[in-house]
């Protein structure tokens, strides 16, 4: 089918996962595939492995990809319940929902666990994480979020996960909103782990997410896992000889992955849509402070995916200004932290800077009515 005749969207997602995708990608799943053929499972499915660390590392030997069904907190669960065994312990650095997450996970697994909990618009800092290893040496993980999407905080995984590594420990990254839209190398970092999913900075659509990791560890977890459907060293064991899933696989998701991966290529890479990232937040933050929204977050630890906005008045009605923002195009975001009035815009997915410029616009012309 030609790309002119896949039907726009009704509007424009502003949000961080799903998001707005490319007629490209949206194209890519009109058609079906065979689970047992190497058009799929050689063709598709070991390609993208391929792809994905190739964008992980600056030197790929010994890193591999597995994917997995399910959205992103799948993965998080599958790669902790898989790498983390009863004997080992979790050091969890958490400043939002998604860290908060990952213990829930290992509450339920019954894994142990320490949780280090930082206010929501507080990055977690090197010496809280350095008093914790030194205070407990029972710990052999620990485990972070790279962009924490309850606020838009963006935490400084370079310099923890370096700390971690100094006291030998295991690290997992929780990349899920910011893989493919942050440049970041899991070999220089010391990442062990790394968890994502495709409907998020590399502009895929949901199904399936995928871990990152190093294949000499994640040889060391056969008999780990604590599910049977989400144990990571099977799923790897299966797919990566043949590119075969030991479930059913969301086949036209994946293919729609596929696509997606080549036209991040295109765009020029990580580096690329990064700057197109930042130049929609910067130009998105602007905006919106000469309309009276201000961001919750200092510009220095704000990510270039979601921004929170204070309510500019006590009155404010967020769930008017919603829908008539969505009558006009836009899909905007509910806040989602305690401590103030607050909705949130993304700017990633099919989003350029001529579409920042529109909805500030849009935005103004809805307040003056």
């Avoid at 935490?155 to 030998?168: H, Q, R």
């Avoid at 459907?229 to 299966?238: C, M, V």
């Avoid at 602007?286 to 220095?300: D, H, I, K, N």
Wanted: with cysteine; glycine share 8%; proline share 6%.
């Amino acid at each position: 089918m030609m790309l002119e005749h896949i039907p726009e969207n009704p509007y424009l997602l502003l949000t961080p996962g799903p998001l707005s995708t490319s007629k490209g990608v949206r194209a890519a799943m009109l058609r079906d595939w065979c689970t047992w053929d190497e058009d799929y499972n050689q063709g598709v499915v070991q390609d993208i492995r391929r792809r994905l660390v190739t964008l992980a590392t600056e030197n790929p030997t010994g890193y591999t990809a597995v994917l997995m069904q399910g959205s992103g907190s799948f993965g998080v669960e599958a790669c902790l319940g898989t790498a983390v065994s009863p004997k080992d312990k979790v050091l969890i650095l958490a400043n939002g929902a998604y860290g908060l997450r990952m213990a829930q996970f290992l509450q339920t697994m019954g894994r142990p666990y320490t949780l280090l909990q930082f206010p929501e618009t507080v990055q977690p800092d090197v010496a809280a994480l350095t008093a914790a290893l030194e205070q407990d040496p029972a710990i052999t993980h620990v485990a972070m979020v790279h962009c924490e999407t309850t606020t838009g905080i963006l935490n400084p995984i370079e310099d923890l996960a370096a700390c971690a590594k100094s006291f030998g420990k295991t690290v997992m990254v929780d990349a899920m909103s910011s893989f493919g839209g942050i440049p970041l190398a899991m070999d220089r970092l010391g990442i062990d782990f790394l968890v994502s999913s495709a409907n998020k900075c590399i502009q895929g659509v949901p199904g399936f997410s995928f871990v990152l990791a190093r294949e000499d560890l994640l040889a060391q977890c056969q008999g780990n896992a604590h599910s049977h459907s989400l144990d990571l060293y099977d799923q790897w064991k299966t797919m990566a000889p043949t590119g075969k899933w030991r479930f059913t696989s969301p086949t036209h998701v994946v293919r729609a992955f596929q696509q997606a991966l080549v036209e991040l290529e295109q765009e020029g890479g990580v580096a690329a849509r990064h700057a197109r990232y930042q130049e929609n937040q910067r130009l998105l933050s602007q905006g919106m402070a000469s309309l009276g929204f201000f961001p919750l977050l200092p510009e220095v630890c704000q990510s270039p995916i979601i921004t929170s906005f204070r309510y500019p008045t006590p009155d404010f009605d967020f769930l008017s200004f919603y829908q008539r923002m969505k009558q006009r195009g836009f899909v905007l975001y509910p806040g989602k932290i305690s401590q103030a009035d607050t909705f949130r815009i993304g700017n990633i997915g099919q989003v350029f800077p001529q579409d920042i410029h529109t909805l500030i616009h849009t935005i103004r012309d809805i307040k003056e009515m």
